[in-house]
């Protein structure tokens, strides 16, 4: 029986010669896999709506160890990507991180927004970089329930301070009385941004701003935080970095 679903392509994977094994990102069944047969094949008519960053509407039925999918129509390819390398190294970040937090038959459709609209931002606009990055790394840890304990000093209750103090290995903050060695000393504009990125409504998570110096800073404590609860580094994140 054939079923229907919407679904961002985070992760290809070429099977024998033609065959794609493609990992989807949809709203109501989070990650899916599922086979094209002959997607490889630059005539097929599944080829560009089944290639990474087709955001697609699927037609695909139940095989033994994964979806196979019948056909496939594509509502945007995000081709503007292959425009600008630095641009499509982000994307390439955005959804292996995808991969990495989001669930198999669990809803997905928080994620999902995040990431059309993370990539239609790299698609249409020149907002910086570092603001897009860092609003889709910390709003995809906290949808994948690592978001950091950033609403009061955990010693003393205190909600801010003009210096305050960002636990990375703990995921909690610190007021200006209370810094343990290790943590990392930040203005206070930066943990109200930390705190803006993971309680605001969805369509807001992208409009924030900082400072060059604090955005440099913001950046650096969500890519940390990011590797200490995933545990591995990741070869998107290297590859865009050394750009």
Excluded: W
């Amino acid at each position: 029986m054939s079923t229907s679903m919407k679904g961002l392509v985070i992760k290809e994977q070429t099977i024998g010669e033609s065959d794609r094994l493609v990992t989807l990102l949809t709203a109501d069944n989070g990650l899916v896999r599922a086979f094209a047969r002959g997607a490889k094949q630059v005539r097929n008519r599944m080829s560009s709506s089944t290639s990474l960053f087709a955001y697609s509407t699927f037609s695909l039925y139940r095989g033994r160890d994964a979806y196979v999918i019948e056909n496939a129509s594509p509502i945007e390819v995000f081709f503007d990507l292959r425009k600008d390398i630095k641009k499509l190294a982000l994307a390439q970040y955005f959804t292996q991180l995808a991969y990495e937090l989001g669930e198999e038959e669990q809803p997905g459709e928080e994620l999902l927004s995040l990431i059309l609209n993370a990539l239609h931002l790299l698609c249409n606009t020149d907002k910086d970089l570092r603001l897009v990055k860092t609003a889709v790394e910390l709003r995809a840890l906290t949808l994948g329930g690592y978001m950091p304990d950033v609403l009061y000093c955990q010693t003393c209750g205190e909600y801010e301070s003009e210096l305050m103090y960002f636990d990375i290995a703990q995921g909690c903050i610190y007021c200006d009385k209370h810094g343990r060695a290790g943590s990392v000393p930040c203005p206070k504009n930066v943990i109200t941004a930390i705190r803006f990125i993971c309680l605001t409504e969805p369509r807001k998570v992208f409009s924030f701003s900082l400072s060059d110096e604090n955005f440099d800073l913001l950046s650096d404590i969500s890519e940390k935080y990011l590797i200490s609860r995933i545990q591995r580094n990741l070869p998107t994140l290297t590859f865009y970095k050394g750009l």
